[in-house]
C-alpha cells in the first residue's frame, strides 16, 4: 500500500542521528540502547510505527515492526527492518546479528513504566541497566539544517491561524467554543492536533484562551486555570466565559505539523485595549525583544533568566512578572522540537550555555491577580552568531 501523503525523513538525517547517538554510548561504554517511546523511535528510524530499535555502540541499528512492516519499510531509511510476532524474539534476533547480547543497556528510564522496564530487563538480562536518555535529548537538543525547515513549515501554517483568529474572534463566542475554530482552521492546514510531552503527568493541549478575569485566575503560568466553566479534571486551556469586547485575550497556541512543535502566544483584544493592559503588552515585548538581541552562544541559560527579571523590575513591572506574588515561576522560555518542552529550560541558576541549533520558545508573561495576564511567546533559533526568529506570527498587539 503506497501512502497518500508520504513524507520521509532523509537518510543522511537518520545516518548523522545514529552516529551522534553511538557517540554518546561509547563514551560511557554502553553496548547498546533500546528504545522503546515513539517520539525517539521517530527520531532515530524515520518512522512512529508499533515497534522498537535497538541501536548499538558499533555496527548498523535493527528496526523491529509489530505491525505493518511495508509502511514502516516506505517510513524509514534504516537498512535491517524485522517483522516480529512477539517482543520476546527481540533478544535472540540481537544476539544472532551482533554474535552477543549486551552486556550494559541503556534505556528511556525517563519515560519508560516501571513494569515495563522490569519486563525488559527480565528478558534481555543485561549485567548492568542504565538511563539513555541523557544521552538521547544530548542528540536531539540541536537541530540539523532539515529540522529548522519542519519548524519553519511549522511556523507557516501558525502564521496563517493567528491571522485567522484575527479575522474571526467576536465578542459572544466563549473561549473553549473560539478555540475549537482556531483549531478546526489550523487541522485543515496539516495541524496534528497531538501535542507530544514527555512528562508523565503533563497533558498537551492546543490551547489557551484566558480572557479579562479568567487571565487573572491563572496565578501560575504553567498551569492557568481558565475561568468560568473549566473541569476540575480538566482545569487548563480554555473555559466557557464569553469574548468581551474591550479586553485583554491572552491565546497561547500549541501546534504540530509532521512531528515539529510551535509554542507562540499573541494578546488579542474586540476594539480596544484596556491602557493598563495594553502598556503590558508592550513591556512583554519590549522584555521578549530584549532577550531575543541578548541571547547568543555561550550564554547561560540562567543568565538570560536574571536579565529579564532586571529589565521587568527597571520598568516597573517586577510584582506582576512571572505570575502572581507567591506563585512566580522561574522560567521564561523552554527547548522545543519534537515535544512541546524540551531540555534546555530558560530559568533561574541554569549553567548549560547556548549553543548553535538549539531551538526555544521564549515566553515573558504577567498576572494580575483577578484582572488580566498579558505576554507574548515565540520560537527562536540559536545561530553561529546569535538568533533568528522562527515564529512568523507578528510581535504586535491584534486589536480587531
Same mark, same amino acid.
Given at each position: 500500500?503506497?501512502l497518500?501523503?508520504?513524507?520521509?525523513?532523509?537518510?543522511s538525517?537518520?545516518?548523522?542521528?545514529t552516529?551522534k547517538?553511538?557517540q554518546?554510548?561509547?563514551?560511557?561504554?554502553?553496548?547498546?540502547? =533500546?528504545?522503546?517511546?515513539?517520539?525517539?523511535?521517530?527520531?532515530?528510524s524515520? /518512522?512512529?510505527?508499533?515497534?522498537?530499535?535497538?541501536?548499538?555502540?558499533?555496527?548498523q541499528?535493527? !528496526?523491529?515492526?509489530?505491525?505493518?512492516?511495508?509502511?514502516?519499510?516506505q517510513? +524509514?531509511?534504516?537498512?535491517?527492518?524485522?517483522?516480529?510476532?512477539?517482543?520476546?524474539?527481540?533478544?535472540?534476533?540481537?544476539?544472532?546479528?551482533?554474535?552477543?547480547l549486551?552486556?550494559?543497556?541503556?534505556?528511556?528510564?525517563?519515560?519508560?513504566? &516501571?513494569?515495563?522496564?522490569?519486563?525488559?530487563?527480565?528478558?534481555?538480562?543485561?549485567?548492568?541497566c542504565?538511563?539513555?536518555?541523557?544521552?538521547?535529548?544530548?542528540?536531539?537538543?540541536?537541530?540539523s539544517?532539515?529540522e529548522?525547515?519542519? !519548524?519553519?513549515?511549522?511556523?507557516?501554517?501558525?502564521?496563517?491561524?493567528?491571522?485567522?483568529?484575527?479575522?474571526?474572534?467576536?465578542?459572544?463566542? +466563549?473561549?473553549i467554543? =473560539?478555540?475549537?475554530? #482556531?483549531?478546526?482552521?489550523?487541522?485543515?492546514?496539516?495541524?496534528?492536533?497531538?501535542?507530544?510531552v514527555?512528562?508523565y503527568?503533563?497533558?498537551?493541549?492546543?490551547?489557551?484562551?484566558? +480572557? %479579562?478575569?479568567?487571565?487573572?485566575?491563572?496565578?501560575?503560568?504553567?498551569?492557568?486555570?481558565?475561568?468560568?466553566?473549566?473541569?476540575?479534571?480538566?482545569?487548563?486551556?480554555?473555559?466557557?466565559?464569553?469574548?468581551?469586547?474591550?479586553?485583554?485575550?491572552?491565546?497561547?497556541?500549541?501546534?504540530?505539523?509532521?512531528?515539529?512543535?510551535?509554542?507562540?502566544t499573541?494578546?488579542?483584544?474586540?476594539?480596544?485595549?484596556?491602557?493598563?493592559?495594553?502598556?503590558?503588552?508592550?513591556v512583554?515585548?519590549?522584555?521578549?525583544?530584549?532577550?531575543?538581541?541578548?541571547?547568543?552562544?555561550?550564554?547561560?541559560?540562567?543568565?538570560?533568566?536574571?536579565? +529579564?527579571?532586571?529589565?521587568a523590575?527597571?520598568?516597573?513591572?517586577?510584582?506582576?512578572?512571572? %505570575?502572581?506574588?507567591?506563585?512566580k515561576?522561574?522560567?521564561?522560555?523552554?527547548?522545543?522540537?519534537?515535544?512541546? &518542552?524540551?531540555?534546555h529550560?530558560?530559568?533561574?541558576?541554569?549553567?548549560?550555555?547556548?549553543?548553535?541549533?538549539?531551538? #526555544?520558545? !521564549?515566553?515573558?508573561?504577567?498576572?494580575?491577580?483577578?484582572?488580566?495576564?498579558?505576554?507574548?511567546?515565540?520560537?527562536?533559533?540559536? /545561530?553561529? /552568531?546569535?538568533?533568528?526568529?522562527i515564529?512568523?506570527?507578528?510581535?504586535?498587539?491584534?486589536?480587531?
Amino acid at each position: 500500500m503506497e501512502l497518500t501523503n508520504p513524507y520521509r525523513v532523509p537518510a543522511s538525517e537518520i545516518k548523522s542521528r545514529t552516529l551522534k547517538i553511538q557517540q554518546e554510548l561509547r563514551q560511557d561504554e554502553i553496548d547498546g540502547l =533500546f528504545i522503546v517511546q515513539r517520539v525517539d523511535l521517530f527520531y532515530f528510524s524515520g /518512522t512512529a510505527q508499533n515497534g522498537y530499535m535497538y541501536i548499538p555502540a558499533e555496527g548498523q541499528p535493527i !528496526l523491529f515492526i509489530k505491525q505493518y512492516l511495508p509502511r514502516a519499510a516506505q517510513e +524509514s531509511s534504516v537498512a535491517d527492518i524485522v517483522k516480529i510476532g512477539s517482543i520476546k524474539d527481540i533478544p535472540q534476533l540481537i544476539a544472532d546479528r551482533y554474535g552477543r547480547l549486551p552486556g550494559m543497556l541503556a534505556y528511556e528510564l525517563d519515560v519508560l513504566p &516501571v513494569n515495563d522496564f522490569k519486563f525488559y530487563q527480565s528478558l534481555f538480562e543485561a549485567k548492568k541497566c542504565v538511563d539513555g536518555s541523557p544521552h538521547i535529548l544530548k542528540v536531539r537538543r540541536i537541530k540539523s539544517d532539515w529540522e529548522i525547515a519542519q !519548524l519553519e513549515k511549522t511556523a507557516d501554517m501558525t502564521a496563517k491561524t493567528f491571522e485567522y483568529m484575527r479575522a474571526t474572534i467576536r465578542p459572544g463566542l +466563549s473561549e473553549i467554543e =473560539f478555540a475549537g475554530m #482556531f483549531e478546526t482552521f489550523a487541522r485543515r492546514l496539516g495541524h496534528g492536533a497531538r501535542i507530544r510531552v514527555r512528562h508523565y503527568q503533563t497533558e498537551g493541549y492546543p490551547w489557551h484562551v484566558l +480572557s %479579562g478575569k479568567s487571565g487573572g485566575l491563572a496565578g501560575l503560568l504553567d498551569s492557568p486555570a481558565s475561568g468560568e466553566g473549566t473541569s476540575a479534571a480538566f482545569p487548563v486551556g480554555a473555559g466557557h466565559k464569553k469574548l468581551c469586547a474591550s479586553e485583554p485575550i491572552m491565546i497561547d497556541l500549541g501546534s504540530v505539523l509532521n512531528g515539529y512543535h510551535l509554542d507562540e502566544t499573541r494578546m488579542f483584544a474586540i476594539d480596544s485595549m484596556p491602557d493598563r493592559a495594553m502598556k503590558t503588552c508592550r513591556v512583554a515585548m519590549e522584555i521578549h525583544n530584549a532577550m531575543i538581541e541578548k541571547a547568543r552562544p555561550g550564554i547561560a541559560l540562567g543568565e538570560l533568566f536574571d536579565h +529579564s527579571v532586571r529589565l521587568a523590575e527597571k520598568l516597573g513591572y517586577a510584582d506582576s512578572y512571572l %505570575g502572581i506574588a507567591g506563585h512566580k515561576v522561574s522560567f521564561i522560555g523552554h527547548g522545543i522540537g519534537l515535544e512541546i &518542552v524540551e531540555p534546555h529550560i530558560i530559568a533561574r541558576n541554569r549553567k548549560d550555555r547556548l549553543e548553535p541549533g538549539m531551538v #526555544f520558545a !521564549l515566553e515573558p508573561k504577567f498576572v494580575y491577580e483577578n484582572e488580566f495576564c498579558a505576554g507574548i511567546e515565540s520560537v527562536f533559533r540559536v /545561530t553561529e /552568531t546569535g538568533t533568528r526568529l522562527i515564529s512568523k506570527v507578528p510581535v504586535e498587539v491584534f486589536v480587531c
